[in-house]
């Protein structure tokens, strides 16, 4: 009986390894590419507000403060019709997705430490 | 560690406690191996069994009602089980299969049975029947016996049609 517990438990750690290993992996690439998504995005983002000169709009902000209410809505209003909508919205979409993985990882972190040092006290015992 | 409830352990394994599965496995697989044993005679299979039974349940885990008990629900995946590897050892041995005839099960149990039996038959319907024992599927016997697959249908019909006269007579 003692050889039908170990074989069930050698089993079941090794499905458990897996699943670890397929969530970690999983888990780490969806962190790279969203990351590498965001990054790329974002360059592209400001290279075509630098080429636009839409930024410039900005200086605004060191005006004085009547001179800023005035002209501030209308600043807007211009920025928002020269940004690349459909970049941000993207941009917006992988940031999302960003956040959610993050906290997800975050939120099962301690329980998959356990697991995992388990399953290595397991394997090299 | 030992005083503690089923429940408690698997809150600790759906917390990530893993190593605490061993304590389920230490419970309950003598209860388990004993029920499986008691309807599968050989050892090897009992034993898969039962390890498939554990293994299914730690895939369920997570899922799995704290509420309810752990012994009914793995005699519930062991049940299960067994029946997916009756069928699969069913499928293996096509004479059990009850095609159009509604032979019962227990009819021609064993082989020295059926040896008694297949002197009624003709060479054909013998050697029909003797592929299909040995796993053939009717399109394999039809390309082996140089047959049409509807002639091989008739033949293989036919066999059992005595084959059940001689059970229901003999």
């Known amino acids: 009986m003692d050889n039908l517990q170990k074989k069930i438990l050698k089993k079941v750690y090794k499905y458990e390894t897996l699943k670890t290993l397929g969530y970690l992996l999983t888990r780490a690439l969806a962190v790279i590419l969203l990351f590498l998504g965001m990054i790329f995005l974002l360059q592209a983002i400001i290279q075509y507000y630098l080429a636009s000169q839409t930024l410039d709009l900005l200086q605004l902000f060191t005006e004085d403060f009547d001179t800023i209410r005035q002209y501030f809505w209308d600043t807007l209003y211009i920025i928002y019709i020269e940004s690349p909508k459909f970049r941000l919205t993207i941009l917006g979409i992988i940031i999302f997705l960003f956040l959610i993985l993050i906290l997800t990882i975050v939120k099962n972190f301690v329980k998959i430490k356990r697991k995992v040092s388990l399953l290595i006290k397991f394997w090299i015992k | ?170």
């Open chain 2, 1 to 170: 560690m030992a005083e503690l409830t089923d429940k408690e352990v698997i809150l600790k394994i759906k917390n990530g406690e893993i190593d605490f599965f061993s304590l389920l496995v230490e419970r309950y697989t003598r209860i388990i191996f004993a029920y499986v044993r008691g309807k599968i005679s050989a050892q090897e299979d009992a034993e898969d069994l039962v390890q498939n039974t554990f293994i299914n349940f730690y895939k369920a885990i997570d899922r799995f009602d704290i509420s309810r008990k752990v012994l009914p629900y793995l005699y519930e995946i062991a049940k299960n089980e067994m029946r997916m590897f009756f069928r699969a050892k069913k499928k293996t041995v096509s004479l059990d299969e009850n095609i159009g005839v509604g032979a019962s099960e227990t009819s021609l149990a064993t082989e020295t049975q059926m040896e008694d039996v297949l002197q009624y038959l003709s060479e054909r319907e013998k050697n029909t029947l003797k592929l299909l024992q040995e796993g053939y599927s009717y399109e394999e016997i039809s390309e082996k016996m140089g047959l049409r697959l509807n002639t091989i249908r008739t033949v293989i019909r036919r066999a059992r049609l005595k084959l059940n006269k001689l059970d229901n007579y003999g």
